[in-house]
């Protein structure tokens, strides 16, 4: 039975907006990256970003393998991609890596390792960056292969971590004015990647955000706020979508933040212990979660695939009566988890994942 993308598109987006009555079943959101896609494709990484046709054609083949309902470009978020754009635009080519089965790296913290790089720094015009445009064209092509809207991601503690490296944790304390300096010259960046997409792709109807300044082991919240929160407060007075918060750190502020700022979801996966995700629903009852305590490195990474339908269950039985549960284990499904335990997850959403759903 060929994929039925509009279906996952409904189902997804009605669950986000707590239309529950409109889901059949819970969603199963998984985030595809190179070190899955590869695999599943049979082509390395600089392989498959070097047409976006070919681009576009690995990721549908890769999220249909799983029985994904969501498809997203790995590079149309600002990591890598970010960082790449980043050394293209300021003669730093040469801090790029390329792996066969993982996304690219830059060297981190060599483009703005002095207070002069982060003076200098000049912001990069994504229409001219390769690999964007690559990213823009594979979008365009998946939208109108699948009729699935193709969206963008934002962030920006995850792209001053890759231009700044550790040193951007000591410049918390001892020079907070040049990280700022970093931090404004990465948002505007990131606007202009956004007006890019617009322009490229047409439309992005949600952002996905990964906050990762947001873990209790790397900074204060206050801290966290300062360097990121108040950032993604202007991303939202300019793009005024609805903002989805990634955090796969081990010790996320989900709550504080979700007083501070508006999400319509939250996909993370910590705390483990379900209990905090019953209370989070409780509290948070407006804001659907996705993924809850299903961990990439735990029963998914060394477990069997009963475990891992264990595992989902636990999740839906608990999270999804309320009908704003999306099931999907996080972060990026690495190298090594084998792809039983993967395919145990849409096994076990058919199995306890339909509606009407009684805990
Ligand atoms: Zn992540």
């Not at 970093?182 to 990964?210: D, M, R, T």
Request: hydrophobic share 40%; glycine share 6%; aromatic share 12%.
């Amino acid at each position: 039975m060929p994929h039925d993308w509009v279906r996952s598109a409904s189902r997804m987006m009605n669950t986000l907006s707590g239309y529950k009555k409109k889901v059949d079943k819970v969603p199963f959101f998984p985030i595809i990256d190179e070190q899955f896609a590869t695999r599943i494709v049979g082509r390395t990484a600089k392989e498959m970003l070097s047409s976006p046709k070919l681009y576009a054609k690995s990721m549908i083949m890769s999220a249909e393998f799983i029985r994904a309902d969501s498809i997203q470009l790995p590079s149309a978020y600002a990591g890598p991609a970010e960082a790449y754009a980043f050394a293209e635009a300021n003669d730093g080519m040469d801090l790029i890596e390329w792996y066969d089965y993982k996304p690219l790296a830059i060297k981190q913290g060599e483009l703005c390792k002095t207070e002069e790089d982060i003076e200098k720094l000049e912001i990069p015009n994504h229409t001219k960056s390769g690999l964007w445009k690559t990213t823009y064209a594979a979008a365009k092509i998946i939208q109108k292969k699948t009729k699935y809207p193709q969206n963008m991601g934002l962030g920006l503690w995850s792209v001053v971590q890759e231009l700044r490296g550790v040193q951007a944790y000591r410049d918390i304390k001892q020079n907070p004015d040049l990280l700022l300096k970093l931090c404004k010259k990465i948002f505007e960046s990131q606007i202009n990647s956004y007006n890019a997409w617009i322009e490229e792709v047409g439309s992005c109807s949600i952002i996905l955000y990964p906050a990762y300044a947001f873990n209790r082991h790397m900074m204060s919240f206050q801290d966290a706020m300062q360097f990121e929160g108040q950032f993604i407060k202007k991303f939202q007075d300019k793009i005024k979508v609805p903002f989805i918060l990634h955090n796969c750190g081990t010790s996320p502020y989900f709550e504080e933040i979700c007083e501070q700022i508006e999400f319509i979801a939250v996909n993370g996966s910590h705390p483990l212990d379900i209990e905090y995700w019953i209370q989070f629903q409780k509290k948070f009852p407006n804001i659907t979660i996705m993924g809850a305590n299903i961990d990439v490195s735990r029963e998914m990474f060394s477990g069997t695939a009963l475990e891992v339908k264990e595992k989902v269950k636990e999740n839906i039985l608990n999270l999804a009566p309320t009908g704003r549960y999306i099931c999907g284990p996080i972060c990026c499904l690495p190298w090594g988890v084998p792809i039983p335990n993967i395919l145990a997850i849409p096994e076990a959403i058919e199995k306890y994942g339909k509606y009407p759903i009684e805990k």
